[in-house]
């Protein structure tokens, strides 16, 4: 991992995990929908704001994932925000398709633990 | 922290962090917009579960805090979703007041880092 290529004016407001990591929420632009969670080091946001497509670390497989390079279920890249401690990132996106591997449009939508009655 | 006390099918299910913690995503109910993110542990999603306000694991001053306690912007939660491999949670909320301690509706609100043209 990297800071070398991404806007350091932008790198140094980052807050990042022990890993080097910061949390981005995905939501998508026309529904409002939270989508599903995923983590970016400085080096996937670079490639992020270079190609307007989501891309992501990979904490399982450690690589950068072009999300939807396989399934085709891509996210073009609408607007990026940072919260007001620096430690999250805000993704608003064009989901194409799924957003999650399941098939689901997003990664909450199978597991209800819990509503107010 | 102890997951003593939150119902063990539902702990068996929570992928944590090394430090025993879940990221929470927190959307308004109404608005669908997404406030903030958080973190809880097993006793935080237990309180927060048992009273229906949102109750997180605060990293800096290590220890719980019941959203809008102090401030009074409290969070009644309406729906707590868990995504498809454990390890993220999304709660729904009516949002009291500002969602940020800046003031401001949500913590994304002021920094706009980029946007599509």
Chains 1, 2 share one sequence.
Not at 34 to 61: C, H, I, K, N, P
Not at 82 to 101: E, F, R
Request: glycine share 6%.
């Amino acid at each position: 991992m990297t800071t070398a290529d991404l806007d350091p004016m932008l790198a140094a407001r980052l807050k990042r995990t022990a890993d080097g990591l910061v949390p981005v929420i995905v939501q998508e632009a026309t529904t409002d929908a939270v989508l599903m969670l995923a983590w970016m080091d400085d080096e996937a946001l670079r490639r992020t704001l270079d190609s307007g497509q989501a891309t992501y670390w990979s904490r399982s497989r450690q690589s950068y994932w072009v999300k939807g390079e396989t399934s085709g279920h891509r996210q073009a890249v609408r607007e990026v925000r940072l919260d007001c401690d620096g430690d999250t990132i805000l993704l608003k996106v064009d989901q194409t398709g799924a957003a999650c591997h399941t098939g689901t449009t997003t990664c909450f939508d199978a597991d209800l633990i819990w509503e107010q009655r």
